[in-house]
């Protein structure tokens, strides 16, 4: 078991349902999935862009990507129903927690001038964050990247409100501003 989830069973779930008099622990927040997704306008051009983006993501997430396509054709975006439009990694269990860990301890503070991400949920209980650069993740090889490409990464928790999921992910280690 990883060292952030026995963290969170052992130490972080008895608090909080210590602090907030929660009458059952399953009624105490947690991290259900983070999920990774990058939208990659230039698949239209280049399908090899397609390829190398999804070897990246694959590396940095430990998952094979899912190539996610178009509803519906919109001609003002030049696309047509089918075509590819992006890449998306759900992450959930030791891995989640794993990705967690190394996002939070040795990605962030790569991000240059970072202070912080901010304290913005979406009122349902989660957060997403977008990152510019894939190149801050320590498992890509920088020769072998062609182009930055950046991504949306979004943390869904159980919480009911959005104080309720910042409280969990400071807790979990992640790198909120002051």
Known sequence: MSQLREKYYQKIRPEMKKKHSYANIMQVPMLLKIV???????????????????????????????????????????????NPLGLMVTLRGAMMFDFLDRFCHVVSPRISDFRGFPRKGDKQ??????????????????D???RTQGMHITFVTSGETDQECIQLLEHLGFPFQK
């Open 36 to 82: 990774i997704s990058m939208g990659i306008a230039e698949a239209l051009k280049d399908k090899n862009v397609l390829q190398d983006h999804a070897k990246e993501l694959a590396l940095l997430s430990g998952r094979q990507p899912v190539i996610t396509r178009a509803k519906k054709a919109i001609s003002n975006f030049k696309s047509r129903k089918g």
């Open 144 to 146: 072998k990247v062609n």
């Open 125 to 142: 209980g989660n957060l997403s964050i977008g990152v510019r650069n894939q190149q801050i993740f320590p498992e890509l090889d920088l």
